[in-house]
């Protein structure tokens, strides 16, 4: 088993930054490929950033060139450091892991994690 815990959500003003925290614990000797997703209100979750075990990443075109994921496995944290935050990126964010490896196109699609946490909140004002 996996646990997840996600920290540093909050409310912040159109082009501010917030760093996302993920701990993880259980079976941390296995390979995961562990992402980020979020989902806002009427809306359905989606895949905003996702690590490969093998280091490989993989960003929804959104955030590109404003959200960075990485991982401290001595620590056996997960990050998600968000810039140029926007109304838009108002939402519910949950970190999930999967066992192994998945093919790069695949590490946004929700279906492959087993894994969930309890979701941090991040709410941008214009």
């Known amino acids: 088993q996996v646990q997840l815990v996600e920290s540093g959500g909050g409310s912040v003003q159109a082009g501010g930054s917030l760093r996302l925290s993920c701990a993880y614990s259980g079976n941390t000797y296995r390979r995961y490929f562990r992402g980020w997703f979020r989902e806002a209100p009427g809306k359905e979750r989606e895949g905003v950033a996702a690590i490969n075990s093998d280091g490989s990443t993989n960003y929804v075109d959104d955030v590109k060139g404003r959200f960075t994921v990485s991982q401290d496995n001595a620590k056996n944290t997960l990050y998600l450091q968000m810039n140029s935050l926007k109304p838009e990126d108002t939402a519910m964010y949950y970190c999930?892991?999967?066992?192994?490896?998945?093919?790069?196109?695949?590490?946004?699609?929700?279906?492959?994690?087993?894994?969930w946490g309890q979701g941090t909140q991040v709410t941008v004002s214009s």
């Open positions: 999930a892991a999967g066992e192994g490896v998945v093919r790069w196109d695949l590490l946004l699609t929700r279906y492959w994690y087993a894994y």
